[in-house]
Every structure is written in structure tokens, then in C-alpha cells.
């Protein structure tokens, strides 16, 4: 944890829900874990505005509790990480309006809104966002709310149990049996439940969560297949996606490196599955080259030969493909081969660098020293006896490159670059608020006399009501927020790129 990340955190947590859960989020974020008594007292704010903020952290899984190891109370622990993944909410909702269409977006984006809660909850919700509410809508969210459960996109909310040693403290227990199992939905139920006649609901009890690991299995899937793309081309790409469907049904999914997949059954899914006569025709040459870039390894020769994915290997490569493209945008594409040389080398003194990277003597040492300072490279020295009779010792020194120590670097500009941006998008629509909203209101009375059918003359004259100067600022506003909230979808793909690097370093 850094200062760095905890303005950043507080800052995602005052945008969505407001100063006094900020203010309890920010306590947490200082102590490793805090019982209830401790955060009030330190917080100066009353017990019942603490509940309803841990309430709400806790209801989206921002908090989680536990008992201390006395068993003499409830302590709890802020997840800093989910605060992060609050950014991510509107790439998991294209993500399914992408994969499942509209209705399954629609249910997506309504359980993220309530953090966690039952289906019939969710399906009359996203029914009353829908433009149709008749039974014909129920049944399809209904079935659309069963797919995404089938498909691990929905999982069943951990529910409270006591622990064996107090019965009064509880933690909270994930039923594995139960994970995906979705619960009889009565459509005559729904239905009565929509119109108020009856109050109870008929999965009353069961609650739901987004899975937010399976939407990572599948960014973290396309970031592999991109590359693929990338260095090769679409048909390269298409058998990788083969390959980790093979790969999910004989290895669990965040293994460092998969179990065996042989070549017979890769052939098989692709005659099966794909239309594409080319990469039929030419799988096993796509099958050499993405070897060849260090996705895949031969096992053996056994079944046409066999191939495993080292998934720790691939994301070091893209984490240094990511490091270099920092390097090369900030300091040019000279330091990035000095950069490469060094990294290649392992350990390479100051007159080899310009040997090597085939860069002038002085313009080198500026670079290479440049690169030292902003801790993209380390140096260590060594000392060796000199020659003749006095055996005076003589220094050297080497550069090389911790890549673990500049990932854990880059993520802190990536957490200072979102904390500006959000609050820079922040602060113009403060400042703008009420230009905004005038804006807003006259594209809604627009619409309506649209609707009903006002001449195009009236309508250029109410549209009037906006300045020209006014419609400029509110032009270059936009423009400057759009162009904010990309930025911050862009450092959100290269934190998950570093993350993932470091968590499968640690495996």
C-alpha cells in the first residue's frame, strides 16, 4: 500500500459514495484491520453513521470482516484492491453487451448497482429499465440471468456462518456446491411480484455477486490474443483462442502454465468450430510462430505433438513490451534500445552500452545515466584487485534492470495519472455544473417537442437559449472529459497488465 494508491482509492470512494464513507474507507485504509469501537474513535463520527458506511462498503464488497484472534470481536479490512475494480465497472458491462447483447448488459450493470442481490430483484429491475414490461421481457431476462449464471458470470453471495468457537462471531462462507446453481424462478411469481400482489419473493434468501474473476479471465484472455494479432495476424489469433478453450478444460485457470494440449485435439476444435479454411489449412506453421514468440512450449511429441501455455512467461514478455513503450515515449527510441541492450546483456558496463545500442559515446552515457535516475535501471559495483605490486583495488560497475522493482515503480505513476484525471474530469464538471445542466434540460425539452411534432423553426429558437459562447466552453468541456475518462481507461489496462504480471511473479 502507498500514499499514491490510498489517494486514489479515496478518491474513487468520495465520487460514488459521498465524504462520510470516504472518511470510514480512509481510517481503514491506515490500519491493517479496525473493529467497529476503534473506527468510531478515530473517526470522530457517530456509531450509526460508521454502520451504514461499513453497510455499504461491505454490501459491495469494498470491506470484508472477520473475528480478531482473541474470538472477542469483528474487525475489519479494507479491500483496496476491489476499490480499484469499481473503474472497471462500465468495461465489464461492454464486455457482456459485446458477448450476450442488451438484456444481458442491462442485468450486469443493475447487479453492479446494488453490489449484491437476488434475481428476482434484479431480472423486475432491469425489466422496469427495459422499454417493454410485458411477460414476453420477464421470461427473457429470466433465461438471460440463467445464461450468465451458467456461464460463471454470476456467481451465489458467500453467506454469513458462525464459527465454531463463538456463536456469535460470524465470517462469511462461500457454499462451493452452490456457486452456479440457479434457483427455481416461478414466471406466474415474477409476474405477481411485478404488480404488487404478492411480497415476498420466491428466491428470498439467495443472493448474487458479479463474478469479477471470470471478467478477468476473459480481459486477460484478450490481451493474449491481441498480441498475437499483433505480432502475426487475425488467423494466429483464432487458434490461440482455441487453444485456451482446450487449455480451460484440463487446467485450472490461473495456473502459471497449462497441462499438456495436443495437437490432434487443437486440430479437431478447429475443424469443428471454425469456418476459416486458411488457418485449417496452415495450423500447424501459426502453431511453430506463436512458439517461436514464447507463447507456447512443446511438451512432446506424443499425439501429433503437445504444447503448454506458460502463462508466467507470456506476461513477462508484455510487461516488458509494456516497459519499453514507456521508455520509448517519455525518453525516445534511443534510451529504449539502450534500455533492450542492457536488459538482453543481464549486467553491461558504461563502454559496452554504446557498443552495443550503436549510439554515440556521450549521447549514451546521458541516456544511460538519465535512465539510472528515474530508477529504470540499478547499478552495482565491483571491486578487483589491480595489477603490479602495490594490489590496489579497482572499481567497475554494471548496469542491469530489476523488472519487478520497475513494474511496482509504473504502478504508482499509473495510480498518481488516475487520482489527476479523475479529479481533473471532476473539477470541470464541478466549475461547469450548471452549464451542463441547462444543456441538458434543453436537449430534453428538444426531444419532447420533437415528439410532438413542433415545427423546426420553434425549435432553433429554443435551441438558441445556449449562447454561442456558452456552446463553445460546453464543447471544449467535453471534449476534455472524453479525452480524461480514455486516459483512465488506458492506465486501468496497464494496471491490470502490471497486476497480472505480479500475480503470477508470486506464484
Same mark, same amino acid.
Given at each position: 500500500?502507498?500514499?499514491?494508491?490510498?489517494?486514489?482509492?479515496?478518491?474513487?470512494?468520495?465520487?460514488?459514495?459521498?465524504?462520510?464513507?470516504?472518511?470510514?474507507?480512509?481510517?481503514?485504509?491506515?490500519?491493517?484491520?479496525?473493529?467497529?469501537?476503534?473506527?468510531?474513535?478515530?473517526?470522530?463520527?457517530?456509531?450509526?453513521?460508521?454502520?451504514?458506511?461499513?453497510?455499504?462498503?461491505?454490501?459491495?464488497?469494498?470491506?470484508?470482516?472477520?473475528?480478531?484472534?482473541?474470538?472477542?470481536?469483528?474487525?475489519?479490512?479494507?479491500?483496496?484492491?476491489?476499490?480499484?475494480?469499481?473503474?472497471?465497472?462500465?468495461?465489464?458491462?461492454?464486455?457482456?453487451?459485446?458477448?450476450?447483447?442488451?438484456?444481458?448488459?442491462?442485468?450486469?450493470?443493475?447487479?453492479?448497482?446494488?453490489?449484491?442481490?437476488?434475481?428476482?430483484?434484479?431480472?423486475?429491475?432491469?425489466?422496469?429499465?427495459?422499454?417493454?414490461?410485458?411477460?414476453?421481457?420477464?421470461?427473457?431476462?429470466?433465461?438471460?440471468?440463467?445464461?450468465?449464471?451458467?456461464?460463471?458470470?454470476?456467481?451465489?453471495?458467500?453467506?454469513?456462518?458462525?464459527?465454531?468457537?463463538?456463536?456469535?462471531?460470524?465470517?462469511?462462507?462461500?457454499?462451493?456446491?452452490?456457486?452456479?446453481?440457479?434457483?427455481?424462478?416461478?414466471?406466474?411469481?415474477?409476474?405477481?411480484?411485478?404488480?404488487?400482489?404478492?411480497?415476498?419473493?420466491?428466491?428470498?434468501?439467495?443472493?448474487?455477486?458479479?463474478?469479477?474473476?471470470?471478467?478477468?479471465?476473459?480481459?486477460?484472455?484478450?490481451?493474449?490474443?491481441?498480441?498475437?494479432?499483433?505480432?502475426?495476424?487475425?488467423?494466429?489469433?483464432?487458434?490461440?483462442?482455441?487453444?485456451?478453450?482446450?487449455?480451460?478444460?484440463?487446467?485450472?485457470?490461473?495456473?502459471?502454465?497449462?497441462?499438456?494440449?495436443?495437437?490432434?485435439?487443437?486440430?479437431?476444435?478447429?475443424?469443428?468450430?471454425?469456418?476459416?479454411?486458411?488457418?485449417?489449412?496452415?495450423?500447424?506453421?501459426?502453431?511453430?510462430?506463436?512458439?517461436?514468440?514464447?507463447?507456447?512450449?512443446?511438451?512432446?511429441?506424443?499425439?501429433?505433438?503437445?504444447?503448454?501455455?506458460?502463462?508466467?512467461?507470456?506476461?513477462?514478455?508484455?510487461?516488458?513490451?509494456?516497459?519499453?513503450?514507456?521508455?520509448?515515449?517519455?525518453?525516445?527510441?534511443?534510451?529504449?534500445?539502450?534500455?533492450? /541492450?542492457?536488459? =538482453? #546483456?543481464?549486467?553491461? !558496463?558504461? $563502454? %559496452?552500452?554504446?557498443? +552495443?545500442?550503436?549510439?554515440?559515446?556521450?549521447?549514451?552515457?546521458?541516456?544511460?545515466?538519465?535512465?539510472?535516475?528515474?530508477?529504470?535501471?540499478?547499478?552495482?559495483?565491483?571491486?578487483?584487485?589491480?595489477?603490479?605490486?602495490?594490489?590496489?583495488?579497482?572499481?567497475?560497475?554494471?548496469?542491469?534492470?530489476?523488472?519487478?522493482?520497475?513494474?511496482?515503480?509504473?504502478?504508482?505513476?499509473?495510480?498518481?495519472?488516475?487520482?489527476?484525471?479523475?479529479?481533473?474530469?471532476?473539477?470541470?464538471?464541478?466549475?461547469?455544473?450548471?452549464?451542463?445542466?441547462?444543456?441538458?434540460?434543453?436537449?430534453?425539452? /428538444?426531444?419532447? =417537442? #420533437?415528439?410532438?411534432? !413542433?415545427? $423546426? %423553426?420553434?425549435?432553433? +429558437?429554443?435551441?438558441?437559449?445556449?449562447?454561442?459562447?456558452?456552446?463553445?466552453?460546453?464543447?471544449?468541456?467535453?471534449?476534455?472529459?472524453?479525452?480524461?475518462?480514455?486516459?483512465?481507461?488506458?492506465?486501468?489496462?496497464?494496471?491490470?497488465?502490471?497486476?497480472?504480471?505480479?500475480?503470477?511473479?508470486?506464484?
Amino acid at each position: 500500500m502507498s500514499i499514491q494508491l490510498g489517494k486514489l482509492c479515496s478518491c474513487i470512494i468520495q465520487q460514488h459514495f459521498g465524504d462520510v464513507v470516504r472518511t470510514v474507507a480512509d481510517d481503514l485504509f491506515t490500519a491493517v484491520a479496525k473493529t467497529l469501537t476503534m473506527i468510531v474513535n478515530s473517526t470522530q463520527l457517530t456509531k450509526s453513521e460508521v454502520c451504514k458506511a461499513l453497510a455499504i462498503l461491505l454490501k459491495f464488497g469494498l470491506v470484508r470482516y472477520q473475528p480478531n484472534k482473541a474470538l472477542t470481536g469483528t474487525e475489519y479490512i479494507l479491500d483496496y484492491e476491489k476499490i480499484l475494480m469499481v473503474l472497471r465497472y462500465p468495461r465489464y458491462v461492454h464486455l457482456i453487451q459485446t458477448k450476450y447483447g442488451p438484456e444481458s448488459a442491462i442485468l450486469t450493470e443493475e447487479l453492479l448497482r446494488a453490489g449484491y442481490q437476488t434475481a428476482s430483484y434484479i431480472i423486475l429491475k432491469a425489466t422496469a429499465a427495459s422499454d417493454e414490461k410485458d411477460k414476453g421481457t420477464i421470461t427473457k431476462l429470466r433465461e438471460k440471468f440463467n445464461d450468465l449464471v451458467t456461464k460463471n458470470y454470476f456467481i451465489r453471495a458467500p453467506s454469513p456462518k458462525p464459527v465454531e468457537q463463538s456463536a456469535e462471531l460470524m465470517i462469511l462462507d462461500y457454499e462451493e456446491q452452490n456457486l452456479f446453481q440457479m434457483p427455481e424462478l416461478d414466471l406466474k411469481k415474477l409476474l405477481d411480484l411485478q404488480e404488487n400482489k404478492i411480497n415476498k419473493a420466491p428466491d428470498e434468501g439467495i443472493y448474487w455477486l458479479v463474478n469479477l474473476e471470470k471478467f478477468h479471465l476473459d480481459f486477460r484472455d484478450t490481451i493474449m490474443m491481441s498480441a498475437v494479432e499483433r505480432l502475426v495476424d487475425e488467423n494466429a489469433g483464432e487458434s490461440l483462442t482455441y487453444l485456451l478453450q482446450l487449455m480451460y478444460t484440463r487446467t485450472k485457470p490461473w495456473e502459471t502454465v497449462s497441462n499438456p494440449i495436443p495437437m490432434v485435439e487443437l486440430k479437431q476444435i478447429c475443424e469443428k468450430k471454425s469456418n476459416n479454411s486458411e488457418l485449417i489449412k496452415y495450423l500447424d506453421q501459426y502453431i511453430a510462430v506463436i512458439e517461436s514468440i514464447g507463447f507456447l512450449s512443446k511438451f512432446g511429441d506424443m499425439g501429433g505433438g503437445q504444447y503448454t501455455l506458460n502463462m508466467k512467461r507470456i506476461f513477462e514478455q508484455l510487461t516488458w513490451s509494456c516497459i519499453e513503450n514507456v521508455i520509448t515515449e517519455k525518453y525516445g527510441s534511443k534510451a529504449a534500445r539502450i534500455f533492450r /541492450v542492457i536488459r =538482453m #546483456k543481464k549486467y553491461v !558496463e558504461q $563502454e %559496452d552500452i554504446q557498443k +552495443e545500442a550503436m549510439v554515440p559515446a556521450k549521447e549514451a552515457k546521458q541516456l544511460t545515466y538519465k535512465l539510472m535516475q528515474e530508477n529504470y535501471l540499478q547499478i552495482q559495483p565491483f571491486r578487483k584487485l589491480g595489477g603490479g605490486n602495490a594490489g590496489a583495488p579497482k572499481s567497475f560497475f554494471l548496469f542491469y534492470v530489476n523488472q519487478t522493482q520497475i513494474v511496482a515503480m509504473l504502478l504508482e505513476i499509473c495510480y498518481k495519472s488516475l487520482y489527476n484525471s479523475i479529479t481533473r474530469s471532476t473539477h470541470d464538471k464541478t466549475v461547469n455544473k450548471r452549464l451542463i445542466e441547462k444543456s441538458q434540460r434543453l436537449d430534453s425539452i /428538444v426531444e419532447a =417537442m #420533437k415528439d410532438r411534432g !413542433e415545427s $423546426e %423553426d420553434y425549435i432553433a +429558437e429554443i435551441q438558441e437559449t445556449l449562447t454561442p459562447p456558452e456552446k463553445e466552453i460546453l464543447h471544449k468541456v467535453k471534449i476534455r472529459v472524453k479525452s480524461l475518462y480514455s486516459a483512465e481507461i488506458g492506465i486501468d489496462e496497464t494496471i491490470f497488465l502490471l497486476k497480472l504480471f505480479q500475480q503470477y511473479q508470486k506464484k
